[in-house]
Structure formats: structure tokens, C-alpha cells
């Protein structure tokens, strides 16, 4: 069974800059395709930024060119480096991962099956 977690979360003020971290176990041997969503009470979830095995990366427009996704050097492990956080940047943040997904649904969470607990992240002036 596939446990993912994620840590980093926090308060932060507007402008600054929060780095998240995921790491999902279970069966070492496969690559699991990873990403980054985000939820606020009453919305949906939002697909943030996913990474691809060959390293090809997907960002929400919301968040491109503040947000960088990355692949640790650990087998299955997920970063999330946010600058420049705006306050509607606030948000649950979840890791999520799965062994096989489209490649169009890179940002859908319907196409991943494992889900971390959340980090909240709050932007704030």
C-alpha cells in the first residue's frame, strides 16, 4: 500500500516563499507519477503542478513562473518551491501519486489514487 506525506507547510507573508516536500513509499521498485494539488473550503481540488519521468513539468497559469516542481534525488519524492506567494495562493496543499495516469491528465485528480493528508500553506499580509 502506498503511504504519501507531505511537510513544509506554513504561514508566510505576502511575497515570501515556502518550499513543500512529498515522499511516497511503498513499492520502491516502481516510479510513481506524482503531483501537487491544492483545495480551499468549498472549492474543488485544484490541480497545481505535476512532474513527468523524462522531467517535463505541468503548472496550473495560476501559479507558472512563481511555482517550480521537482523530483528529488530519492526515488519518489516530489518538491514544491513557491515564491512570490499571493494571498490567494492559501490553500490545503496535497501530494498525490499514482502508477500509471494519461498523460493528458496530468493536473486531474481524478487520474491519481494515492493521497497525502495536506499541508496547509496561509499567505498573509
Known amino acids: 500500500q502506498v503511504q504519501v506525506v507531505e511537510s513544509g507547510g506554513g504561514s508566510v507573508q505576502i511575497g515570501g516563499s515556502l518550499r513543500l516536500s512529498c515522499t511516497a513509499s511503498?513499492?520502491?521498485?516502481?516510479?510513481?507519477?506524482m503531483a501537487w494539488f491544492r483545495q480551499v473550503p468549498g472549492k474543488e481540488r485544484e490541480g497545481v503542478a505535476s512532474i513527468e519521468r523524462d522531467g517535463a513539468t505541468t503548472y496550473a497559469d495560476s501559479v507558472k513562473g512563481r511555482f517550480l516542481v521537482s523530483a528529488g534525488n530519492v526515488k519518489n519524492t516530489l518538491y514544491l518551491q513557491m515564491n512570490r506567494l499571493k494571498p490567494e495562493d492559501t490553500a490545503m496543499y496535497y501530494c498525490a501519486a499514482t502508477i500509471w495516469r494519461p498523460e493528458s491528465d496530468r493536473l486531474s485528480s481524478q487520474a491519481y489514487i494515492n493521497w497525502g493528508r495536506g499541508t496547509q500553506v496561509t499567505v498573509s499580509a
Open positions: 511503498g513499492d520502491q521498485s516502481r516510479d510513481y507519477y
